[in-house]
Nanobody, 123 residues
Framework: QVQLVESGGGLVQAGGSLRLSCAAS????????MVWFRQAPGKEREFVTA???????YYADSVKGRFTISRDNAKKMVYLQMNSLKPEDTAVYFC?????????????????WGQGTQVTVSS
């Protein structure tokens, strides 16, 4: 069983920054890829970024160059540094974990989700 708890969301002006955190439980954390998704109102959950167990990172085109994912295996934490935020980044952000490779971008392939953390970017 895996438990994921996101934190760090909030209200920020366009151009600002936020750092999201995800605390994970489970002995296999270091063996799994960690992924961030987001869901805007009225839209489907979409892939944002992922980090493999070896530290390779992947980004959606919409966030490339602005967002940075990182992980701390000793603390079982994954982070999402979000810079140059835009109003279209407004969404609930979720972290997820998967043993699959290649790392899937389809949210249907994930079984464990946190409760999410709200990010609101004002214009």
């Amino acid at each position: 069983q895996v438990q994921l708890v996101e934190s760090g969301g909030g209200l920020v002006q366009a151009g600002g920054s936020l750092r999201l955190s995800c605390a994970a439980s489970g002995r296999t954390f270091s063996s799994y890829a960690m992924v961030w998704f987001r869901q805007a109102p009225g839209k489907e959950r979409e892939f944002v970024t992922a980090i493999s167990r070896d530290g390779y990172t992947y980004y959606a085109d919409s966030v490339k160059g602005r967002f940075t994912i990182s992980r701390d295996n000793a603390k079982k934490m994954v982070y999402l540094q979000m810079n140059s935020l835009k109003p279209e980044d407004t969404a609930v952000y979720f972290c997820a974990t998967t043993p699959r490779y290649p790392i899937p971008k389809d949210e249907q392939l994930y079984n464990y989700w946190g409760q999410g953390t709200q990010v609101t970017v004002s214009s």
